[in-house]
């Protein structure tokens, strides 16, 4: 089954929990929560806080997205009941094996993301220990890039290799995915789609996810 990941990152702030109970009602699967800390990335979002002022007022899972340095030292607090992933980047990591282990010592399943110029073939030794691959579709810091179309080849790539090697884990894009991109997008083997202004920028944000759900089911 495909699944839809909202990203709160272009949700209006000012009136979140009513953004995410859109959501829930047009029946994503989860809430993507991106985390930006001014050096990984350009950009600076939000931290744990925001992410736990929606506990309990939803019931979607939290699909956690660290794009951060050191995220060793920040993972713990975004470990909580409904806290489904924590994903963290392999250009983050210097011990990535260490920080893979230490999400999954928390409870909660590990996700590993590489940016568009990262080889695919830079996560081989670690993809036995993991539960999500997170592809970025376009550079991390911002909503509303373009799709940068070589993810598309890595996702094709990755699905084959977990197939011929008998893995497990989900496979996940992020970012530039459209109504109009989706079902490409899903075709190519995403297990989870990210979308953040697509939702969050759509007029009725309930009757896009439905949308998008639909299309990606097609
Ligand atoms: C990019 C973030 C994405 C982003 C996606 O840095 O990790 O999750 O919010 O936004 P869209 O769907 O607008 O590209
Ligand atoms: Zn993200």
Known sequence: MKQLAP???????????????????GGAHFVHVDVMDGHFVPNISFGA??????????KLPFDVHLMIEEPDRYLEEFVTPQTEYITVHQEACVHLHRTVQHIRDTGVKAG???????????LESILPDVDLVLIMSVNPG????KLIPSALDKIRRLAEYRDRAGLAFAIEIDGG???DNIRMVADAGTDIIVAGSAVFGAEKIRGRVREMIKEMEK
Do not use: C, W, Y
Request: charged fraction near 20%.
């Open 7 to 25: 990203s709160i990152l272009s949700a209006d702030f000012s009136r979140l929990g009513k953004d995410v109970a859109d959501i829930e009602a």
């Open 49 to 58: 806080a925001v992410m736990k002022s929606l506990e309990g007022k939803t």
């Open 112 to 122: 590993v993301s590489i940016n568009p110029a990262t080889p695919l073939n830079t």
């Open 142 to 145: 911002f909503g509303g890039q």
């Open 177 to 179: 995915v459209t109504l």
